[in-house]
């Protein structure tokens, strides 16, 4: 099965600055989502974008999706306090009913105040 | 939003014992429920896709008489870590899907079960 990867694994950053994220990942794909875990809780969905899509906002949110690199990136603008926490990448693959996500190996965001 | 949540939160038992995970989706139905493992500072490895009313399907290494899944209702389903041992201790998260939103494939998570065996 297919896997994800993230880079970096770990990011540090000053309040206020913005932070990207990347995700690579190896089959087609019928869209990719981003998600959100704090420490010890479960995810939160962030952001779905398709594979006929190249890019999406959501607020402070931006992800870029190119599907002839097979990967996405997630930037954070304007990071504060509260964005700390791991974030993932997951994607769906194209066979056709198969609801399956699989998850990139994540990185650790700490947003310094 | 739709909302799923995970009971017990946490639980510690003792080597040998069977411990019982419950997933719930509290404001929509839910006809397909997925059973993650996540181990500390390492992404999500799906465990099985459980559909009410069937037999859940596993993935490949996980051992279905040593992870009971049942998915009785469209808002209920269980994961039963039998015979548990320390090596099974990690963190267990659930998630479902919504059955009326089939215009893409969102999931949404549970809180997770800290699952410690001594």
């Known amino acids: 099965s297919q896997q994800g990867e993230e880079d970096p694994q770990a990011l540090s950053i000053q309040e206020g600055e913005n932070a990207t994220m990347n995700c690579s990942y190896k089959?087609?794909?019928?869209?990719l989502q981003w998600y959100r875990q704090n420490s010890g809780r479960g995810l939160v969905h962030l952001i779905l974008?398709?594979?006929?899509?190249r890019e999406k906002h959501s607020g402070r949110l931006r992800v870029t999706l190119d599907t002839s690199k097979k990967s996405s990136s997630l930037l954070i603008t304007a990071s504060r306090a509260a964005d700390t926490a791991s974030y993932f990448c997951?994607?769906?693959?194209?066979?056709?009913?198969?609801?399956?996500?699989?998850f990139g190996t994540g990185t650790r965001l700490t947003i310094i105040p | 939003g739709a909302v799923v949540s995970q009971h017990p939160s946490r639980v510690i038992c003792k080597s040998g014992t069977s411990v019982k995970i419950e997933c719930r989706s509290l404001d929509f139905q839910a006809t397909t429920m997925f059973w993650y493992r996540q181990f500390p500072k390492k992404s999500l490895m799906l465990m099985a896709t459980?559909?009410?009313?069937?037999?859940?399907?596993?993935e490949q290494g996980v051992e279905k008489d040593k992870f009971l899944i049942n998915h009785a209702s469209l808002t209920l389903s269980t994961l039963t870590v039998t015979s548990a041992h320390p090596e099974d201790s990690s963190f267990y998260i659930c998630?479902?899907?919504?059955?009326?939103?089939?215009?893409?494939?969102?999931?949404?998570f549970g809180p997770g079960t800290r699952l410690t065996v001594l």
């Open positions: 089959t087609s794909i019928n869209n």
């Open positions: 998630s479902a899907r919504d059955f009326q939103a089939v215009s893409y494939n969102e999931q949404f």
């Open positions: 459980s559909n009410e009313g069937s037999k859940a399907t596993y």
């Open positions: 997951a994607t769906v693959e194209t066979n056709f009913g198969n609801e399956k996500l699989t």
């Open positions: 974008i398709r594979s006929n899509e």
